[in-house]
Nanobody, 114 residues
């Protein structure tokens, strides 16, 4: 399974970005897909996850500002980032769990700065 994340960049505080993660396989049956992030010098933390049934779960820091969604036709998972803050600066990684194995994309850098 290969995951290609994109959509990161430099944005001012209060701005928005949409991250995309394209999978190399059909994601229809993948139970869990998600996004993590890792800030410089910190551990990788869960941001949001979505199940095959569409149930979502968010970190407290993301709830109300970020939205995760999945497109089973285009085999892509998205993360809409709104009201961005400097503390959201990190490399964002998408991940899927398939066949009991967790796969990771290479990450996309989000920098929030004025």
């Amino acid at each position: 399974v290969q995951l290609q994340a994109s959509g990161g960049g430099l944005v001012q505080p209060g701005g928005s970005l949409r991250l995309s993660c394209a999978a190399s396989i059909n994601i229809f049956s993948i139970r869990i897909m998600g996004w993590y992030r890792q800030a410089p010098g910190k551990q990788r933390d869960l941001v949001a996850m979505i199940t095959s049934g569409g149930s979502t779960n968010y970190a407290d820091s993301a709830r109300g500002r970020f939205t995760i969604s999945r497109d089973n036709v285009n085999d892509t998972v998205y993360l809409q980032l709104n009201s961005l803050k400097p503390e959201d600066t990190a490399v964002y990684y998408c991940t899927v769990v398939s066949g009991g194995v967790q796969y990771w994309g290479r990450g996309t850098l989000v920098t929030v700065s004025s």
